[in-house]
Structure formats: structure tokens, C-alpha cells
């Protein structure tokens, strides 16, 4: 032994003892687990239980449950050691003694069994819930109140559809009455047009015909004051005895207003100057001619041409 140093021997062993108690405690813990793991779920699955509903007027469906597997099971807690009993220490006056340091062991490993029994352990079958009278008769009254908005729809939808067909007819019938009375209208601007064509017709024709009547009066009245001229001019005539044939002569006369003659010429020889100078000599000795009291027709008579025949 040296001096200056306490003896040790006495206190370590106790320590010692204990140490080695707490390692077979723990060993045997763990092997209790392994067995016990192994062993606790080793029991045959539960019956279910199912209920069956007939004559249901609405289907409920089940409310679905949230079924959570159960927790893993947690290792025993290895107990604490117990605590080492206190020796009166010996005093020491040069050196404390060290505190003595526990270390905890490793958890041990869970089992593949258990996991694998968690995960094939059957799940419970939820039980229906019976139907609410309450609540089905609240479904059946909010369907009953959607059939009534849908029919009061359908037959608002229809009162449009025929009130928009009636407009449309009426419109329809307005625009035949409106196109009926645009064609009456033609029509009648037609006979308007025609009859208004036809009083033209008739008011031209009737035009015509009285400058037709009045166009022969005047040649009438032409023609009648000619042979008057005429029938003067041949009273005055000394014709000359024993002419061959029936010899005829042509002569222009030019009047004035009120029957007055102005010149005289011949305009064609009958080939016996005698006849040609009696004729002249009665056409001076005529005058004045008789005219028409109408001053109009003075342009008919102012370059009169005078025919006479020997044996008229």
C-alpha cells in the first residue's frame, strides 16, 4: 500500500454487485418482451355484426368512421435502479470520491409479429344509423317543394312560349293587312291611272275629231267659195268658136283682202291663144272675187291657181 492513498477495496465492491444485478434485470426484461411479443395477440378475430333494412324510401348513407389502428404497444419501463444505500464515507481530507455514472441500455426493437398483426386485425363494421322520421319528412317536403317550383317554371315558360307565338301571329296578321292595303292601293292607283289614260284617250280623240270636222268645214268652206270664184270667173268668159277637143287652161292669180286682184299670169297654155285671152279677160272683169267672211282662211285664196276647161 502506499502511503497517502485511502484504501478503495471495501466501497468498490458493493458497486459491482450492483452493476451486475441491474444487467440480469435487464436481460430477463428483454426476453419477457420477446416472448410476450409473440404470444399476446395470439387470439381469434372477433364475429360482426350486421342489421339489414327493407322497404326504405330513401337510402341513408352511413356516415363514414375514421378508424385510427391502435397505438403500438410501448415497452415496459425498465425500473430505475434502486438507489445504492449511503455508507457513511470515511473522511478524506486530501480527495473527494468520484459520483458513479449509470448508463441506460438501448430500447429494444419492436417486433415484425406485431406490425404485421396490426395491420391484419379486421376493422369494425359500422352499424347504419336508423332513418330520422323527422329528417326524411323535412327530404320528402324540400323534394315536394322542388317538384312545385319546376311545374310553376315549366308552365311560366309555356304561358311565354304561347304569349310570344300569339305576338308573333298578330304581327303576322298585321303585316298581311299592311301588305293587303299596299296592294289595294296599287290597284286603285292602276284604275286611277287607267281611267285617267283613257279620259286622255277619249279627250284626244274628241280633240281630233272636231279639228277633223273643223279641218272639212274649212275645206268646205275652201272649196265652196272656189267654185263660186270659179263660176264668176266662166260667166264673164267670151269663148271663141269651133276649138278642137276640150282645150284647158291654167293661170295664177294673186288677191288682196276683200276679193281685189293683183296679178294675173298664166301658168299653162291650152295651145289657143284665144281661149287663154278670153279666160284672162273674164279673170280681170271678175273682180272682186267672193271670199270667205272668215279673215283665217284669206291664206287659202291669196295665190289662187284658176283651171278652166273649154267645154264646162
Known amino acids: 500500500m502506499i502511503a497517502g492513498q485511502p484504501d478503495k477495496a471495501p466501497s468498490e465492491e458493493p458497486r459491482s454487485a450492483l452493476a451486475g444485478i441491474l444487467a440480469l434485470l435487464v436481460h430477463i426484461v428483454f426476453i419477457a418482451l420477446l416472448v410476450f ?24 348513407q352511413p356516415p363514414v368512421v375514421k378508424t385510427t389502428p391502435p397505438p403500438p404497444a410501448q415497452p415496459k419501463q425498465q425500473p430505475k ?69 319546376k311545374r310553376e317554371q315549366e308552365a311560366q315558360k309555356q304561358r ?52 277633223a270636222a273643223a279641218r272639212a268645214q274649212i275645206a268646205s268652206e275652201i272649196g265652196k267659195y272656189k267654185a263660186m270664184i270659179l263660176a264668176k270667173i266662166k260667166s264673164r268668159i267670151v269663148m271663141p268658136p269651133d276649138l278642137p277637143g276640150n282645150p284647158v287652161t291654167e293661170f295664177n292669180v294673186t288677191l288682196l283682202p276683200g276679193g281685189d286682184i293683183l296679178d294675173v299670169r298664166l301658168r299653162k297654155s291650152s295651145g289657143y291663144p284665144a281661149f287663154d285671152s278670153a279666160v284672162e279677160r273674164a279673170i280681170l272683169l271678175s273682180k272682186p272675187l267672193p271670199l270667205p267672211p272668215d279673215p283665217a282662211l284669206f291664206n287659202e285664196f291669196r295665190n289662187l291657181h284658176v283651171t278652166v276647161h273649154y267645154l264646162e
Do not use: C, Y
Not at 292602276?190 to 277619249?202: G, I
Open 37 to 60: 411479443g409473440f404470444n399476446w395477440k395470439d387470439r381469434p378475430p372477433e364475429g360482426m355484426i350486421v342489421e339489414l333494412w327493407q322497404d326504405l324510401s330513401q337510402p341513408v
Open 81 to 149: 435502479p434502486a438507489p445504492e444505500p449511503k455508507s457513511e464515507p470515511k473522511p478524506e481530507p486530501t480527495k473527494a470520491k468520484p459520483a458513479p455514472i449509470n448508463v441506460a441500455p438501448p430500447p429494444p426493437k419492436k417486433p415484425d409479429i406485431e406490425l404485421k398483426d396490426k395491420t391484419e386485425k379486421p376493422k369494425p363494421v359500422q352499424e347504419a344509423p336508423k332513418p330520422d322520421p323527422e329528417e326524411q319528412k323535412k327530404k320528402e317536403q324540400e323534394k315536394a317543394e322542388a317538384e312545385r317550383l
Open 160 to 211: 311565354e312560349l304561347e304569349a310570344q307565338k300569339k305576338r308573333e301571329l298578330e304581327e303576322q296578321k298585321k303585316r298581311e293587312q299592311e301588305e293587303q292595303k299596299k296592294r289595294e292601293q296599287e290597284e286603285q292607283r292602276k284604275r286611277e291611272l287607267e281611267a285617267q289614260q283613257k279620259r286622255e284617250q277619249e279627250e284626244k280623240a274628241r280633240l281630233e275629231a272636231q279639228q
